[in-house]
Nanobody, 125 residues
């Protein structure tokens, strides 16, 4: 079974940058689409970005388009989320998740079946 571990979250000032990592165990990681989601206090978990198995296709939420970039290195079993021009509204716990079922990139949190424990990102204005 694949396990996902996020890292890289921390406090940062508005306008700054962070790179989150999602490291996976298991040799089948490259078989899965992977998404990043976030959840702010009192809010529902929301889609941020997703990437296909090969990394050739990506999708982004409108709120992060042009600021965030998702990428993956299957040789390292790792997916990254580069976050630039951070805003206070980006403050949330960020989760990576794998979709082990469907090949089409999906954006619904309930469509992903493997989740990491999350990493906190705090953006201070």
């Amino acid at each position: 079974q694949v396990q996902l571990v996020e890292s890289g979250g921390r406090w940062v000032q508005a306008g700054g940058s962070l790179r989150l990592s999602c490291a996976a165990s298991g040799r089948t990681f490259s078989s899965y689409n992977v998404g990043w989601f976030r959840q702010a206090p009192g809010k529902e978990r929301e889609f941020v970005a997703a990437i296909s198995r090969s990394g050739s296709r990506t999708r982004y939420a409108d709120s992060v388009k042009g600021r965030f970039t998702i990428s993956r290195d299957n040789a390292k079993n790792t997916v990254y989320l580069q976050m630039n021009s951070l805003k206070s509204e980006d403050t949330a716990v960020y989760y990576c998740a794998a979709d082990t079922v469907i090949l089409t990139i999906r954006t619904g949190a309930d469509e992903y079946d493997l989740w990491g424990q999350g990493t906190q990102v705090t953006v201070s204005s």
